[in-house]
């Protein structure tokens, strides 16, 4: 195993090359000033040592059955690598929409019998849950262990809202979760396996073609990253790309409307994760120039006001045209 200049062992992961370049996101110690700078500056960073989670580093498939209680687990399946999140309420809106995975409510046993039998050539499954009271005690005894102190620490000094949900998230190694924004702020731990994030920030939303706000993939990039279709997406060839990649015990800071797409590192077996979710910072005061995320809040509210106003998903396109056509273009 190499070892880098971080002294970090240098794992060799195989990672998929895209077209476009990234740079690294860095990895710093919870003690370094440059990790609340960037959290403050809505950056990402992965910290390395914050122990957010120790006391979940044994939450392996073994453990969590034992423990985790006979409740209803949410359990996604594909029949490819992608798992495509779609609003299931906004599907009517759409002719011929097609659901990208199904999603089963099954037991934890039933869903370990899944990810140990399933042919991951043909079908592949994503454990996605939020940790509630119907999990057993010990697991609530690990995440009252969780470092509470440290994250509610970062909620107060960054003014983020209240926390909305944690997320146990349980996938097989080479599922990918493709680009998306999400309107939260995130500590995103990793517990077991490693995970590979391409992150972009607010300000590429022109390179990445979200769906209409009235589409149920809304806040997913449209841009198949395997096979891009420069004809319709021509500004995807100059998106800027940030890039890591996780391994337990490390927490990454996913900022409000950064765009991310997570890959669980093949061949490295299945990965555990949990999400801290916040909700945003209350708007003080507005200053000037707006921030690239306020702008993104602004795209979404005047296309759900046309699309609210005009009482139709056909007419939108037409109407958004008509309004910058040889006036703004
Ligand atoms: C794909 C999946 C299971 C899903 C299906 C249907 C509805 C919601 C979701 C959902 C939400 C969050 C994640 C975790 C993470 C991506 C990753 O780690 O894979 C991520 O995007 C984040 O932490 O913000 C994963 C999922
Ligand atoms: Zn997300």
């Known amino acids: 195993m190499a070892e880098t200049s971080s002294g970090r062992k240098c794992e060799h992961f195989d990672l998929k090359e895209y077209q476009f370049k990234t740079n690294m996101i860095p990895r710093l110690s919870v003690d370094d000033p440059e990790t609340n700078r960037r959290i403050s500056e809505g950056l990402p960073v992965i910290i390395i040592d914050s122990k957010l989670v120790a006391s979940a580093l044994h939450w392996d498939l073994e453990y969590l059955n034992e423990n985790v209680g006979d409740g209803k687990f949410t359990v996604y399946k594909s029949s490819n690598t992608k798992f495509k999140y779609f609003d299931e309420r906004k599907a009517d809106d759409v002719k011929d929409f097609r659901k990208p995975m199904e999603s089963l409510e099954i037991k934890f046993s039933e869903f370990v019998d899944l990810i140990k039998t399933v042919d991951p050539k043909k079908e592949r499954v994503y454990l996605q849950q939020s940790l509630n009271d119907t999990v057993g005690?010990?697991?609530?005894?690990?995440?009252?262990?969780?470092?509470?102190?440290?994250?509610?620490?970062?909620?107060?000094?960054?003014?983020?809202?209240?926390?909305?949900?944690?997320?146990l998230l349980i996938g097989m190694e080479g599922n990918i979760?493709?680009?998306?924004?999400?309107?939260?702020?995130n500590f995103f731990a990793q517990v077991k396996g490693y995970k590979r994030f391409l992150l972009f920030a607010p300000d590429q939303?022109?390179?990445?073609?979200?769906y209409p706000t009235f589409h149920p993939c809304d806040r997913q990039s449209q841009v198949d990253f395997d096979d891009p279709d420069y004809e319709r997406f021509p500004k995807f060839r100059d998106v800027k790309c940030l890039e890591a990649v996780v391994e337990p015990g490390d927490v990454l800071y996913i900022p409000m409307y950064w765009w991310h797409q997570v890959e669980s590192v093949p061949n490295k077996g299945y990965s555990v994760s949990v999400t801290f979710w916040y909700k945003a910072a209350p708007n003080d005061k507005i200053e000037y120039p707006l921030k690239a995320t306020q702008k993104v809040a602004m795209m979404r509210n005047i296309e759900k006001?046309?699309?609210?106003?005009?009482?139709?998903?056909?007419?939108?396109?037409?109407?958004?045209?008509?309004?910058?056509?040889g006036r703004y273009t």
């Open 137 to 167: 005690k010990r697991i609530v005894l690990d995440f009252l262990q969780f470092n509470w102190n440290w994250v509610t620490e970062q909620q107060r000094r960054n003014k983020f809202g209240t926390l909305t949900s944690n997320l």
């Open 305 to 325: 006001m046309i699309h609210q106003a005009l009482n139709s998903a056909d007419e939108v396109p037409e109407f958004m045209q008509n309004m910058v056509l």
């Open 205 to 210: 939303f022109p390179c990445l073609y979200p």
């Open 177 to 185: 979760t493709p680009a998306h924004y999400d309107e939260q702020e």
